[in-house]
């Protein structure tokens, strides 16, 4: 009966003496570790700065990448009206410059018309 009472009266001056020591080491300790939190937040910040540099230039070259196969498509678009409207209509047809070899299941994304 009278145990329960002990480990109530320890643990409740543990308590007091702890916040006490917590209470007078904050300050001391907010100090000293000041440097070390402003060094964390500078790291972080470059380690941003340096991932956004990353991600736009690999961006940039994604949409150059993007952009020169549309002209490429684009080109050959051009290149196959051209030929056609060379080709007499009447007589027999002009092959293309290049013969290409039939691959069964090749699907051709330039005859279709269709963009990527």
Known sequence: MFGKGKYFLGGLVTGLVAGAVARELTPVLKEASMPIWRSLVKAGVIVYERGQEFFWDTYESIEDAIAEARLDVQEARERRLRTKQKQPESGPKIE???????????????ATGSEP
Do not use: F, N, R, S
């Not at 070899?101 to 330039?110: N, Q, R, T």
């Open 96 to 110: 293309a410059e290049e013969e290409q070899e039939e691959i069964p299941g090749k699907v051709d994304i330039l």
